[in-house]
């Protein structure tokens, strides 16, 4: 796991577009993940800016949106289907009919996470993985006590993640109690992960996540076992990080040696 500590949201979003680009430069079909939520919002408006300027081409990329509520309406403006059109699909230029989110609205809802997980498999694997975290931990919505090796299923929401998602709605009673989300495993099959975190509320979690125990109590943690995982964070969200200055120190280093070659 690389970690880059960086000074602001605004250049959280360009050191993770520069790592989103990277590894999705040159392929023929890049296939993108995406997560919703406050802290990939620097980075999607980085990555429209240079898609506008014609710096990178994603009307041929495929995407595969991490989660979506169960039960919500298609055309709610908070469902994840149209936070992703409004965010990421429309600005970055995508082809709406090539990114997929889960149907959290099936008749059946195991089947059409089973039939999510074989459409990813389908386009050949995630290149590059967007992620945020939970305050409590979650990726996706992958919630405490998610086995490491789950799919995508059907998930219930935490009281935390309600509470947390409650600023999106009227109110906490129009709040999802279940969703669809990608599994833990899932995830780990991508070949690249951005993660991407700002804010100090998130402190703790990113603590937990980079320094603590691999535990399904803090579900992300499984990342420290991804090959190839690129976490981002402002300063205020690495205020809790105890090896804060080695990470910096790396990076640092990692520049300097990028510079001469």
């Known amino acids: 796991m690389e970690v880059i500590i960086v000074d602001n949201a605004e250049q959280v979003g360009r050191i993770a577009a520069d790592k989103v680009i990277e590894n999705l430069d040159g392929l023929v079909t890049p296939v993108l993940g995406l997560a919703t939520g406050s802290s990939p919002l620097s980075l999607y408006a980085e990555l429209a800016r240079r898609s506008k300027e014609g710096l990178f081409d994603f ?84 919630e405490p006590f998610s086995s490491f090796s789950s799919r995508t299923r059907v998930e219930i929401l935490t009281a935390q993640t309600r509470e947390d998602n409650a600023r999106f709605f009227n109110s906490l009673d129009e709040v999802p109690t279940h969703c669809m989300t990608q599994g833990l495993g899932t995830i780990m099959d991508s070949r690249v992960a951005v993660m991407v975190v700002t804010g100090e509320h998130k402190a703790d979690a990113v603590a937990a996540m980079v320094e603590g125990p691999v535990s399904q109590v803090m579900p992300a943690s499984i990342l420290q076992f991804h090959p190839n995982c690129i976490v981002i964070v402002d300063d205020a969200a690495a205020s809790k990080l105890k090896y804060a200055d080695q990470f910096r120190a790396e990076y640092e280093l990692k520049q300097q040696l990028e510079a001469k070659a």
């Open 59 to 142: 009307s041929h990329a495929l995407g595969f949106a991490l989660d979506e509520y169960v039960g919500i309406d298609p055309e709610h403006p908070e469902s994840y289907r149209n936070v992703i059109h409004r965010t990421v699909v429309e600005p970055l230029g995508m082809d709406p009919n090539r990114v997929r989110v889960p149907n959290g609205f099936a008749d059946d809802l195991q089947a059409a996470a089973d039939e999510y997980d074989e459409a990813i498999e389908a386009a050949g694997g995630v290149d590059v993985q967007i992620l945020g975290i939970g305050s409590n931990g979650h990726i996706g919505f992958n």
